[in-house]
């Protein structure tokens, strides 16, 4: 009997919560922010921890129903807007909506909510609806009356954050200021800005910017006509004013060869040391030229040559002429980018059905001084006899760097 209570006794301590606060916070933060509030039923010790949460994670993907949205919005209406709450600090704000209903939500107060809680990390993703494919293609501006307007002021002023990312939504009116002295990150995905001053402003006011991805369009008249796409002003910018960048990735989904001429007369990225270019529709080498030539520091390029599978049977109709070929060949140049000749440590080519792209590689091989690794995929290379031609032609090539390593493969 003795031996029962004491078993008893030891079933029903709760050594858990006899934890310090500090260590249950910390266990806590590695939960998604529903379950460390559910975590207030266990009982009372652990009610207020939640408020301890720093790393804040919301997204309505498995809401179904009118009750379960409102039971959502008022969830976190209670984390970010309780006044019980306004003081706690936070890092980082994520949210991720796509319901039908996102009007009944309080977003602008939830992210107003997060800045004064000093958020560092602020992601916010508000649309699901429609694919970059679909936008790209429409021909009417219905699709920018379907985002979910947010305040410029809102997001753009906000002295903490390091990291923004932004994804589907529109920014309602003009930027009129930029205050974001710690800014290292910013993303813009599918994001509809007033025109592009907006966007020039934007980035020359974040200045010591790292990390840069910029896909957005403008509610005001493109500057740059577009076949197929002329009365939507949705498209890929590329010229602006990225100083102080040093990862940049840059995409080219547009068949027009406008858009790809962005890349001249661009801005010289002195402290760029990686950038990867996307080339939905190639036409030809000289713009990558022009983009090396403005990339003297330059230790890690990236290209990828790859139509995408929801676009192949689209190239007879979009595909356009520049001059009298659909794209230019590539010619050994008589300069070489200093980037190539003097701090070029890898290349990595990804591409099909063009075989300019090894007489780049081979260019790249016979000028580059430090290069380390050269990486060329191609399809064809799953067949063998394609991957020993590949590989011996590389290998024949004279390489100026004797630590180069190649490799070849397939995708």
Avoid at 132 to 157: G, H, Q, R, W
Avoid at 217 to 224: D, T
């Amino acid at each position: 009997m003795a031996k029962n209570s004491k078993f008893k006794d030891t079933v029903d301590v709760d050594r858990i919560s006899e934890l310090p606060d500090e260590l249950l916070s910390h266990i806590l933060s590695f939960l998604p922010p529903n379950f460390s509030y559910t975590t207030r039923l266990l009982s009372k010790r652990w009610k207020p921890l939640c408020k301890y949460m720093v790393d804040l994670h919301f997204n309505d993907k498995f809401v179904k129903g009118e009750e379960e949205l409102h039971c959502f919005r008022h969830w976190v209406d209670k984390i970010m807007l309780s006044p019980d709450m306004n003081n706690l600090p936070i890092t980082a704000f994520h949210l991720n909506c796509g319901h039908s209903e996102l009007s009944l939500f309080n977003y602008d107060e939830w992210i107003k909510a997060a800045k004064l809680r000093g958020v560092e990390n602020l992601q916010l993703s508000m649309f699901h609806f429609y694919t970059a494919f679909e936008m790209y293609t429409s021909c009417s501006n219905s699709l920018v009356d379907k985002f979910i307007s947010v305040a410029p002021y809102n997001i753009f002023s906000c002295r903490t954050l390091v990291i923004l990312k932004l994804e589907r939504l529109c920014v309602a009116g003009n930027i009129l200021s930029v205050d974001l002295p710690l800014l290292k990150t910013l993303h813009l995905k599918s994001v509809y800005l007033q025109n592009s001053e907006d966007l020039k402003k934007l980035i020359c006011k974040s200045l010591i910017l790292e990390d840069l991805y910029i896909m957005v369009g403008y509610k005001e008249s493109a500057s740059i006509p577009l076949q197929r796409v002329d009365k939507g002003p949705y498209h890929v910018l590329f010229k602006s004013e990225y100083y102080n960048v040093q990862f940049l990735r840059l995409e080219a989904k547009l068949p027009n060869e406008k858009i790809i001429s962005y890349f001249k007369d661009s801005s010289v990225f002195r402290n760029l040391i990686q950038l990867e270019l996307i080339f939905t529709y190639f036409y030809g080498w000289d713009d990558v030229m022009d983009v090396l030539q403005n990339c003297p520091n330059l230790e890690t390029l990236l290209m990828d040559e790859i139509l995408p599978k929801y676009a192949r049977n689209l190239v007879p109709e979009w595909t356009l002429k520049v001059g009298s070929r659909s794209f230019t060949i590539w010619e050994s140049p008589n300069s070489v980018p200093k980037c190539i000749s003097s701090h070029l440590r890898s290349c990595t080519l990804t591409y099909e059905g063009m075989d300019d792209s090894l007489r780049f590689a081979e260019y790249v091989l016979q000028n580059a001084q430090l290069l380390q690794v050269m990486t060329v995929k191609n399809t064809k290379f799953a067949e063998s006899v394609h991957h020993l031609e590949c590989l011996d032609e590389l290998n024949s090539c004279p390489k100026i760097s004797p630590f180069c390593k190649l490799s070849i493969g397939s995708f």
